[in-house]
């Protein structure tokens, strides 16, 4: 079994920045891709940010240029730096680990900004 916990929410100001963090622990040889997703309230789950097991990134329109991926292959983690944040980047943040023969989740973290 996989756990994926996640960290790192809160509460900030519009301008400010958060740090998420997601460690993978369990039965684990190799993780393909990790990426980050997001629901606000009312709104389907997008794809906010993901990144290959060799370090390629790729991330929605909406942030780019302001969130920043990142991972630590030896420690099964996965990183989401958010500056310039803004109200409209409220929503419930999840972590998703690719092991090839299934994806896993995490239980989410809250991030709000206020404006």
């Known amino acids: 079994q996989v756990q994926l916990v996640e960290s790192g929410g809160g509460l900030v100001q519009a301008g400010g920045s958060l740090r998420l963090s997601c460690a993978a622990s369990?039965?684990?040889?190799?993780?393909?891709?990790m990426a980050w997703y997001r629901q606000a309230p009312g709104k389907q789950r997008e794809l906010v940010a993901v990144i290959t097991s060799g370090g390629s990134t790729n991330y929605a329109d909406s942030v780019k240029g302001r969130f920043t991926i990142s991972r630590d292959n030896a420690k099964n983690t996965v990183y989401l730096q958010m500056n310039s944040m803004k109200p409209e980047d409220t929503a419930v943040y999840y972590c998703?680990?690719?092991?090839?023969?299934?994806?896993?989740w995490g239980q989410g973290t809250q991030v709000t900004v206020s404006s």
């Open positions: 998703n680990a690719d092991l090839g023969y299934y994806a896993y």
């Open positions: 369990g039965s684990i040889f190799s993780i393909n891709t």
